[in-house]
């Protein structure tokens, strides 16, 4: 049992490239997410997905794209990378049947240039 | 939507302090505020939670306070010890769809 893992955990792109960061989870959960971590900002959530098939905006959308076409993998897509995109990635999931809290993965630090 | 308010950003105590740490929402509807330990390199792990229908919780050294009225909770170490030093974040949750963070605190812990 692995919970939450990211892959790949540090990236460098350089303005305009494109890539996908992928989120599995082997936990059967319904609800997975999408954070960017930011000095002094706390986790904002990018995107969601409360189950196979569907997503939803969260507070900072702008610039990704996000698909979930298995319930266990949770792929989150930067079209044209900006620096301001510069961050860590956090995924998260948790079960939609009990009143449970998330849980995250390590980390996806992407670098930017 | 939600907005989520932390203070301190920066918090240093000696070993065998206490360490309280607050936070303040905005959305009365919120019903549900977990706190998060995260150690250097890892994702957020939770620590504690408290639902809106209960003002304490505690945890062995950890607790929480939650007042609805003023909108604000807080986390309460005691005993503090040099493994605790991390950031800790507080959130607040509508039904546990949405999470909305606070920006952290950054707990020292001197021996």
């Known amino acids: 049992n692995a919970g939450v893992t990211q892959t790949p955990k540090f990236r460098v792109l350089k303005t305009g490239q494109s890539m996908t960061l992928l989120c599995a989870q082997d936990?059967?959960?319904?609800?997975m997410y999408w954070y960017r971590q930011d000095p002094g900002m706390g986790l904002r959530l990018i995107h969601y997905?409360?189950?196979?098939?569907?997503?939803a905006k969260g507070e900072v959308p702008d610039g990704y794209n996000v698909s979930r076409l298995k319930k266990q993998n949770f792929l989150l897509g930067l079209e044209s990378a900006a620096p301001s995109q510069t961050s860590v990635y956090f995924c998260?999931?948790?079960?939609?049947?009990?009143?449970?809290?998330?849980?995250f993965g390590p980390g996806t630090r992407l670098l930017v240039l | 939507g939600e907005n989520v308010e932390q203070h301190p950003s920066t918090l240093s105590v000696q070993e065998g302090d206490s360490a309280v740490i607050k936070c303040t929402y905005s959305?009365?509807?919120?019903?549900?505020f977990p706190w998060y330990k995260q150690e250097l390199g890892k994702g957020p792990q939770l620590i504690i939670d408290?639902?809106?229908?209960?003002g304490e919780k505690k945890d062995q050294r950890i607790a929480v306070t939650l007042n609805k009225t003023a909108k604000h909770f807080s986390l309460h170490i005691t005993e503090t010890q040099p493994e605790d030093s991390a950031v800790y974040f507080c959130a607040a949750s509508i039904n546990f769809n949405k999470f909305y963070f606070g920006s952290g605190t950054k707990l020292n812990v001197k021996p």
């Open positions: 998260a999931s948790r079960r939609l049947a009990t009143q449970e809290t998330q849980y």
């Open positions: 959305d009365s509807a919120s019903n549900y």
């Open positions: 936990m059967n959960h319904e609800y």
């Open positions: 997905s409360v189950g196979e098939g569907t997503t």
């Open positions: 408290i639902r809106s229908n209960v």
